[in-house]
């Protein structure tokens, strides 16, 4: 007897050190598909409301399996059943990395022609905020070049055949400020003056026959462009490949006793185009808090004896103070920009760094390509810090109580079902369409987008006071909506005893 008791609790041992490695390694591949969607679309040049879908395609799968589950996973071997959901995730996993190694990054260029007026403004605002006076520039000319030749004189020779016109040139480009340069010039100009009409038509001849050579070339670049993107592949591949990956593992994913269903943004963005050491702090506070805010709220529970209404109102406590947070994160913002400089050094593939700037108006009189390293920047960027990590503590402060109600208020017969179908409505009304709303939001406050060929690409600027805006405010007004729901559960939750 003692054996078999002994063989029993060793199996159990057993199958729970297994279970929670495998949910521990599929939890990591999860919350990494989450994080990695921004790279997704670069690397494939995808739309963030594409990418959305993407996203969603799990729940396209679990909504209708989850209902099947929950009632034959009930009557049957739950480790079996388990089990099989575990190698669908492993070959759902496998299938979404393999869009790596099967189809080619894409090339994309920027449409900088167009310079939005926002990021217009931010180049110059130094400029603007140096001198307001719009006459500023036409009265200093006036200062220094009185006799007005820098506008309206042409100064050189009839002739350029001979070298040493050529070797003064030179010289004078070297010494500007030399005697005989300014003397030279002096009797040139005085000897050979001309007016501005042969000026004009001279520069109009010499410059005609590179026009039509600039309009050949460009029209040899757009025909051998024409015939690249025939080639090129479509970015449906790796779209295909990542969507189908995500259904099978929407298929895998109810078979795992995940009781409480919890909905949140999965659509992680980062504007940046490096990730530096705060972004990935800030990307773990998420994770961290909320883990933390569970830990918490189930001490809470033993502690304060929540039962019924208590426990109700302790969750909708919770949920108005997550939502306040929110609404406070609208208002932490800054902004930094990356002008010219930092063009040429995204296009040359290393930082560009220049020292003894005065017009940079920073200490060290550096300009490069990364952000502004303002006092401001980074008391916002703490601010926002503090504010995420109170905000999922709150969110996970509330995880027990709720899933607790959900349990006991219910008959035990009916807890499966009832589970799966409150699984079914949360996924069908709330996960299924928020990644492709909020990647919706993403790209309605975009500024230049990447093309490709003739198709749109992923976004590389947004407008970050809009985004932040909208992005918080409409993610606190969604909570503070779904304060009506709590209000209702805590009239209705009178006697209930958990």
């Given at each position: ?14 199958f729970?050190v ?11 591949g999860?919350?990494y ?5 921004v790279?997704?679309?670069?690397q494939?040049?995808?739309p963030?409301r594409?990418?959305?879908?993407m996203?969603?395609?799990g ?9 099947f589950?929950s ?13 099989g959901g575990?190698?669908?995730i ?17 090339e994309?260029?920027?449409n ?6 926002s ?45 040493e016109?050529v ?35 001279v520069r ?6 590179y026009?039509?050579?600039h309009n ?15 080639k ?7 779209f295909m490949?990542?969507f189908?990956?995500l ?13 409480m ?7 992680v ?14 990307a773990g506070t ?19 004896h ?8 302790w ?8 939502a ?11 902004k ?7 063009d040429?050094?995204?296009?040359k ?5 220049f ?42 402060l ?5 899933m607790?109600?959900?349990?006991r ?5 009916h ?17 299924l369409?928020?990644?492709v ?7 309605l ?21 809009q ?5 918080h405010?409409?993610?606190g ?10 209000i ?5 939750a009178?006697?209930l005893?958990l």
């Amino acid at each position: 007897m003692l054996k078999v008791e002994f063989g029993r609790n060793r199996t159990i041992a057993c199958f729970f050190v297994v279970f929670g490695t495998v949910y521990f390694l599929e939890s990591i591949g999860g919350f990494y598909m989450t994080s990695a969607v921004v790279f997704i679309e670069k690397q494939f040049q995808i739309p963030s409301r594409l990418s959305g879908t993407m996203v969603s395609a799990g729940d396209f799968a679990y909504i209708p399996i989850v209902v099947f589950t929950s009632y034959f996973g009930g009557k049957g071997n739950r480790a079996r059943w388990i089990g099989g959901g575990c190698m669908l995730i492993a070959i759902a996993n496998l299938l979404i990395a393999s869009s790596n190694f099967l189809f080619p990054v894409e090339e994309y260029h920027v449409n900088s022609t167009y310079i939005p007026s926002s990021l217009a403004y931010e180049v110059n605002r130094f400029v603007l905020n140096v001198s307001t006076d719009e006459n500023w520039f036409n009265r200093t000319l006036r200062e220094i070049d009185p006799k007005g030749e820098a506008l309206g004189t042409y100064i050189g020779p009839y002739r350029t055949h001979n070298e040493e016109f050529v070797k003064y040139q030179s010289y004078c480009f070297y010494n500007p400020d030399s005697e005989i340069c300014s003397r030279m010039e002096a009797r040139i100009s005085k000897e050979h003056q001309i007016n501005e009409k042969d000026v004009s038509a001279v520069r109009v001849l010499t410059s005609l026959p590179y026009s039509f050579c600039h309009n050949i070339i460009n029209k040899l670049r757009q025909d051998h462009k024409t015939d690249e993107c025939k080639k090129e592949h479509s970015s449906s591949g790796p779209f295909m490949m990542i969507f189908g990956g995500l259904m099978l593992l929407g298929v895998g994913r109810p078979v795992k006793p995940k009781k409480m269903l919890i909905l949140r943004d999965k659509h992680v963005k980062r504007h940046a185009d490096h990730v530096t050491a705060e972004e990935k702090i800030s990307a773990g506070t998420g994770v961290v808090g909320f883990a933390c805010g569970v830990i918490t709220g189930s001490v809470a529970m033993r502690k304060f004896h929540l039962q019924g209404r208590k426990a109700a109102t302790w969750v909708a406590v919770c949920s108005l103070v997550a939502a306040l947070l929110s609404f406070a994160n609208g208002f932490v913002g800054c902004k930094s920009v990356i002008g010219q400089i930092g063009d040429q050094g995204m296009d040359k593939g290393m930082p560009l760094t220049f020292t003894e700037c005065e017009c940079s108006g920073t200490r060290d009189l550096a300009v490069s390509r990364d952000y502004c390293p303002t006092e401001h920047c980074n008391s916002q960027f703490h601010m926002f810090f503090f504010n995420q990590a109170m905000g999922a503590v709150f969110g996970g402060l509330s995880v027990v109580p709720g899933m607790l109600i959900v349990l006991r208020s219910v008959p035990p017969e009916h807890r499966s079902i009832s589970l799966g179908f409150n699984g079914f409505l949360v996924s069908l009304l709330a996960t299924l369409p928020s990644p492709v709303f909020w990647g919706k939001i993403f790209d309605l406050s975009c500024l230049m987008w990447q093309n490709i060929c003739s198709k749109t690409g992923a976004c590389p600027i947004y407008d970050t006071d809009q985004l932040r805006i909208r992005l918080h405010a409409i993610y606190g007004g969604l909570r503070l909506f779904s304060l009506l729901s709590d209000i209702w559960v805590i009239y209705w939750a009178k006697g209930l005893k958990l």
